[in-house]
């Protein structure tokens, strides 16, 4: 079946740039997103990609598809510790169906 | 943008009784809502699918008779955890979307369900 991987911990300093890496199995993957959980809360859309593009940048945020990899990163420019938190990528291959998760990144961010 | 409200936040119950969460889209119409679990520190386990007025769709493993969904208005739908034990303290969060969107699901704030 589908399967989404997702190395398990991130630290970095703040003011560095952060790269959360994910893999996905499913090659009919249509929809990728990137979400994020802050402890005890729901999970907040941070950026989505279809799979017809290569890149997306939203401002601090960059997402680099590499559809024949089937590798997805997410880039967050100037790190703060606010940005600590639980970054999950997810896919779906058509519009309407639940996602695929990964176990989840969690990304720490010292000053 | 697109707001899901669920409550409660957080509830504790004793073992054998029963607990509603509800989730609530606030700005638009939520033609799918899907269930989720979530251990510590671990993913989200999608329990159930449930569109508008159908009966939900139940993954493999998730009993439907012990985790009751409804979904009978397009901005309401309710998890009931029937008959709650211990092993069901858990963290279960709903996902909204809008069919005609596609892209993008909202997610409530999840509910902290501790049964003792």
């Known amino acids: 079946g589908e399967d989404v991987e997702q190395s398990l911990f991130l630290s970095v300093r703040e003011g560095d740039s952060s790269v959360i890496n994910c893999t996905y199995t499913d090659s009919s993957s249509t929809y990728l997103y990137w979400y994020k959980q802050e402890p005890g809360a729901g999970l907040q859309l941070l950026t989505y990609?279809?799979?017809?593009?290569d890149m997306k940048q939203d401002q601090r945020l960059t997402v680099l598809l590499n559809k024949k990899d089937k590798h997805l990163s997410l880039r967050i420019a100037d790190t703060q510790t606010g940005d600590s938190a639980i970054y999950f990528c997810?896919?779906?291959?058509?519009?309407?169906?639940?996602?695929?998760f990964g176990k989840g990144t969690t990304l720490s961010v010292s000053s | 943008g697109a707001v899901v409200s669920q409550h409660p936040s957080w509830v504790i119950c004793k073992s054998g009784t029963s607990v509603k969460i509800e989730c609530r889209s606030l700005d638009f119409q939520a033609t799918t809502m899907f269930w989720y679990r979530q251990f510590p520190k671990q993913s989200l386990m999608l329990m159930a699918t449930s569109n508008e007025g159908s009966k939900a769709t139940y993954e493999q493993g998730v009993e439907k008779d012990k985790f009751l969904i409804n979904h009978a208005s397009l901005t309401l739908s309710t998890l009931t955890v029937t008959s709650a034990h211990p092993e069901d303290s858990s963290f279960y969060i709903c996902s909204a979307g809008d069919r005609a969107r596609g892209y993008g699901y909202t997610f409530g704030s999840g509910t902290r369900l501790t049964v003792v």
């Open positions: 997810a896919e779906s291959n058509q519009a309407g169906t639940a996602l695929i």
């Open positions: 990609i279809f799979s017809n593009m």
